[in-house]
């Protein structure tokens, strides 16, 4: 099964920091990869499909890229709403799974 | 707009089976442009992806738990459903079923239901 690292497991930030959260998969995957944010007590919510395309609605501080080796989310300018725990998701081949997870907390 | 709602046992004993459904209204399961998944999370943990079920018949399964986890679909109820057997306390978690977006190019799961607790424990 492909083994999905994602760093850091969390980091602090302020309000307007950029963020930048990376999950690199055991194998290739293609564009295979999501986003979500998840907050206390409620489900995960999409941000990114395919590696880098914006979820309508999803505010455009929030973008996804792709190198040779990784994927990166990055949030340009945190926003107080913005504090919660991000996953990747990478569903190559009808094996699914997810990244440990980066908890975004207030500096 | 498509709404997910799990339910099922909140306690299930150690090597018992673990049982829930999923209600799905404002869309048909049946529908070939999505499948359904399940996934859980212990508490204070991330996200386990436990299986997908494509075209009412078609599963995947989390090979970690293959041997434990049967996914079926119900269509004239339009629920699904999730069997895990053989608990353990290491199976207590938040499981959420969704809807998965399997066309080419647009995959990701884009509706969850709230998610329902089960713990195991005697």
């Known amino acids: 099964a492909i083994q999905m690292t994602q760093s850091p497991s969390s980091l602090s930030a302020s309000v307007g920091d950029r963020v930048t959260i990376t999950c690199r998969p055991s194998?290739?995957?293609?564009?295979?990869l999501s986003w979500y944010q998840q907050k206390p007590g409620k489900a995960p919510h999409l941000l990114i499909y395919?590696?880098?395309s914006l979820r309508s609605g999803v505010p455009s501080r929030f973008s996804g890229s792709a190198s040779d080796t990784d994927f990166t989310l990055t949030i340009s300018s945190l926003q107080p709403e913005d504090f919660a725990t991000y996953y990747c998701?990478?569903?190559?081949?009808?094996?699914?799974?997810f990244g440990q997870g980066t908890t975004v907390e207030i500096k | 707009q498509v709404q997910l709602q799990e339910s099922g046992p909140g306690l299930v004993k150690p090597s018992e089976t673990l049982s829930l459904t999923c209600s799905v209204s404002g869309g048909s399961i049946s529908s070939s442009s999505y499948s359904w998944g399940w996934i859980r999370q212990p508490p204070g943990k991330g996200l386990e992806w436990l299986g997908n079920i494509y075209d009412v018949g078609r599963t995947y399964y989390n090979p970690s738990l293959k041997s434990r986890l049967t996914i079926s679909a119900d269509t004239s109820k339009n629920q699904l459903s999730l069997k895990l057997r053989s608990v353990t306390a290491a199976d207590t978690a938040l499981y959420y079923c969704?809807?998965?977006?399997?066309?080419?190019?647009?995959?990701?799961?884009?509706?969850w239901g709230p998610g329902t607790l089960v713990t195991v424990s005697s």
């Open positions: 969704a809807r998965y977006s399997a066309v080419v190019g647009v995959k990701f799961f884009d509706y």
């Open positions: 998701l990478q569903d190559y081949n009808y094996l699914w799974t």
């Open positions: 194998q290739g995957i293609g564009d295979d």
């Open positions: 395919a590696a880098s």
